[in-house]
T-cell receptor, first 111, second 116 residues
Framework: RKEVEQDPGPFNVPEGATVAFNCTYS??????FFWYRQDCRKEPKLLMSVYSSGNEDGRFTAQLNRASQYISLLIRDSKLSDSATYLC????????????FGTGTRLQVTL | EAGVAQSPRYKIIEKRQSVAFWCNPISGHATLYWYQQILGQGPKLLIQFQNNGVVDDSQLPKDRFSAERLKGVDSTLKIQPAKLEDSAVYLCASSLHRGTPRNTIYFGEGSWLTVV
């Protein structure tokens, strides 16, 4: 089983739609979780951290479910500019802050 | 503030040739990472430095890949000899220090390698 798994998509949604991605992780002792965004042919950039209680940043909401070992990202009122690949990132204990990336979920927002 | 600098941006080489990539992290960042990202996949950590020491190189194919960070600042990643499956983007990243799980890491634009 991969350490971090994501549905590669693509998710094709119309502008204004709400879309959600899930990411599962295998190590129950994982400590920290993030969502990164990667535009085509660009480097990954931090979108948001994921906190145990869930957190929101504008149209973006991140949730953590430790019991089921998954994190989620919800995007409300999708914009064309949200089209990108969303990478789930996990830090496991004892790995010296090594970030393990999922394969990414590709989102395409259309008119 | 200047970001992570990488060069060259693009490189095409024949298999069995060698190539070297250079990275200059954000000033003051103690931790430096090299990631390999194959098309359609997420970045995979090759090696992580803390200052000039190696913290993790468990996924570095040491028979052909080497990396150094001699003075704890710039770093070089070398591949010799290259194989077709080494075609990927090589991403350098840096962070202020390790040990803080929520410490943000910043990526360079990457060096795109095509092996033919």
């Amino acid at each position: 089983r991969k350490e971090v798994e994501q549905d590669p998509g693509p998710f094709n949604v119309p502008e204004g739609a709400t879309v959600a991605f899930n990411c599962t992780y295998s190590n129950s002792a994982s400590q920290s979780f993030f969502w990164y965004r990667q535009d085509c042919r660009k480097e990954p950039k931090l979108l948001m951290s994921v906190y145990s209680s869930g957190n929101e940043d504008g149209r973006f909401t991140a949730q953590l479910n430790r019991a089921s070992q998954y994190i989620s990202l919800l995007i409300r009122d999708s914009k064309l500019s949200d089209s990108a690949t969303y990478l789930c990132v996990v830090i496991s204990p004892g790995t010296a802050s090594k970030l393990t990336f999922g394969t990414g979920t590709r989102l395409q927002v259309t008119l | 503030e200047a970001g992570v600098a990488q060069s060259p941006r693009y490189k095409i080489i024949e298999k069995r040739q060698s190539v070297a990539f250079w990275c200059n992290p954000i000033s003051g960042h103690a931790t430096l990472y090299w990631y390999q990202q194959i098309l359609g996949q997420g970045p995979k950590l090759l090696i992580q430095f803390q200052n000039n020491g190696v913290v993790d190189d468990s996924q570095l194919p040491k028979d052909r890949f080497s990396a150094e960070r001699l003075k704890g600042v710039d770093s070089t990643l070398k591949i010799q000899p290259a194989k077709l499956e080494d075609s990927a983007v090589y991403l350098c990243a840096s962070s202020l220090h390790r040990g803080t799980p929520r410490n943000t890491i910043y990526f360079g634009e990457g060096s795109w390698l095509t092996v033919v």
